[in-house]
């Protein structure tokens, strides 16, 4: 039910408007004319007013302007005479709600009551519809923002450098961690410059392909891309690795968006932790050789001895035999130094165009009088076939004469004593490789001693090896971009096995 202010200066109509108001339920106040209504109605604020046209004083025109003056949304309904529709028309343009003709009857107030009471229940359910959209348009908008806040947020405090780019290749995310790995700031890039120009067009045209493709994680999708190079502002060349995506909507391509981690500290912190570790295993070597330079030293003393005796007491067979074991020993030591030293620093590999076979059959003269001394069958199978290669000669001789020489320990270890010993270097070409294979038929390995065989200064020899041959064997192979294998079975013998790409004359 309604609070509804009646104003009229007869009583008669206020008394008849009052009664049949309040027994419909209605909160009825009255005013005797227009100044008292607006009083009243200021003071009560009714949500209907009805008021008579023709008053003294203030009429109900007045009354109308003034009421909606205060209230737009107040519902206006206006009493009019016989023949008095021009006042009745004037109130209508001003927004009066309804009017009613003297006499007035039960229906006609009905309905005018009732048609008021309907509009105002739909404005305050608009008004409610509208409050609760606004909230909820203000949640969905500080929602929203809040995203927005934290996905800039976790943008910018990425460890990793994201440049995003439009459809047309325009950059427009650069974040903190690009500016510093690539010296831009964000204002002199974003929307202003193309991402091609930030990380080269080829290596922006590769990521195109990339991203095309289903080999990094699948299509539209580039996940660990092989180490990339950036280069800064300031002509910096960064090693990175890349990751990207491909953004897209509807199927239509709407921009990519690339995350480059900075490789710098890492390839510094590797190369510190690989001279670390061979200063280390130099070390360790140092502590882990003395029974084997012990070793060296007797067979040197007692060498001395021996051409002692013979200088001595005019016997040559026991000088020549000294002096073969002096030379033996000073070869030994010579072969630890060398090792040493080459596992110890760095080396750059010393290509040039070479022949494979002629690198084999140096290092099979240097060793065959050794092979004759152990009661070895030293042999040599080359592939006549290999033309030159683009190789480090000198790495690789190093390598056979310490594969070589296992292979020749093996055998003299060997304790089967009815069998014939034999070594073998061979050579082929091999799918674009040229392979160094040595093979013996010795005492071989077991599966226990093959798992330790890389690891740091593990010999099988005893106190006869200090391990160094194999770690500097496998770091020159390593150098040139080559591998390793081997085949061993314990009693039947060991086959290494080296292989290395033929290197571009720019290497």
């Known amino acids: 039910m309604s609070k509804i202010l009646v104003i009229d200066d007869e009583a008669s109509i206020r008394a008849l408007l009052r009664v049949t108001l309040t027994h419909k339920g209605h909160e009825v106040i009255l005013a005797e004319n227009g100044k008292k209504g607006i009083e009243v109605f200021k003071e009560v604020r009714p949500s209907i007013v009805i008021t008579d046209i023709k008053m003294p004083g203030m009429d109900g025109i007045e009354v109308l302007k003034r009421i909606k003056a205060l209230d737009a949304d107040v519902r206006v309904i206006v009493i009019t005479g016989h023949g008095d529709m ?9 927004e009066a709600s309804d009017f009613i003709n003297k006499p007035i009857t039960d229906d006609a107030l009905t ?4 048609r008021s009471e309907e509009f105002l229940w739909l404005k305050r359910k608009l008004r409610q519809y509208t409050d609760n959209l606004e909230s909820m348009v203000k949640e969905a908008t500080q929602e929203l923002q809040t995203a927005h806040d934290f996905q800039k947020n976790l943008i910018e405090s990425s460890i990793d450098g994201i440049v995003a780019a439009d459809k047309n290749g325009t950059v427009i995310v650069f974040n903190q961690a690009a500016e510093s790995l690539l010296g831009y700031d964000a204002d002199e890039v974003v929307e202003k410059m193309p991402m091609d120009e930030i990380c080269s067009q080829d290596l922006y045209a590769s990521i195109e392909d990339r ?28 090693p990175v690795r890349l990751s990207g995506v491909r953004l897209s909507e509807g199927g239509v391509e709407t921009g990519k968006v690339c995350f480059l981690q900075d490789l710098r500290e890492i390839k510094r912190l590797q190369r510190e932790l690989i001279e670390n570790e061979r200063v280390a295993a130099t070390g360790q070597a140092v502590a882990g050789m003395a029974h084997y330079i012990k070793n060296v030293l007797n067979g040197l003393q007692g060498g001395v001895y021996m051409v002692n005796i013979g200088l001595n007491k005019d016997k040559p067979e026991r000088l020549h035999k000294g002096w073969a074991v002096v030379q033996n020993n000073i070869g030994r030591i010579s072969n630890l130094v060398m090792n040493m030293l080459t596992y110890s620093r760095e080396r ?32 040599k199978d080359f592939d006549v076939s290999l033309k030159e290669w683009f190789l480090d000669p000198r790495g690789i001789h190093r390598c056979l004469l310490n594969l070589v020489g296992n292979a020749f320990d093996a055998c003299v270890l060997d304790p089967d004593e009815n069998k014939a010993k034999s070594v073998v270097i061979r050579t082929r070409e091999e799918d674009g490789h040229v392979r160094f294979d040595v093979a013996d038929n010795g005492m071989g390995m077991n599966r226990e001693v093959q798992s330790k065989l890389f690891g740091r200064f593990f010999s099988t020899k005893g106190g006869r090896g200090t391990g160094l041959g194999l770690l500097v064997t496998k770091k020159i192979v390593d150098e040139q971009g080559g591998n390793i294998s081997f085949e061993s079975e314990s009693g039947k013998g060991t086959t290494f096995t080296m292989r290395f790409p033929n290197r571009p004359s720019d290497a």
């Open 348 to 379: 750059e590999p010393d290509y040039e165009y070479c022949s494979p076979n002629e690198i084999a059959q140096e290092v099979f003269d240097l060793l065959e009088g050794k092979a004759e001394e152990d009661n070895i069958e030293f042999a």
């Open 211 to 238: 991203l095309r493709s289903k080999e990094f994680r699948g299509e539209n999708r580039l996940v660990n891309y092989d180490e990339a190079v950036v280069r800064s502002k300031y002509g910096e060349d960064i």
């Open 111 to 114: 309905i005018a009551i009732k």
């Open 86 to 94: 021009d006042s009745a028309v004037e109130a209508l343009k001003l």
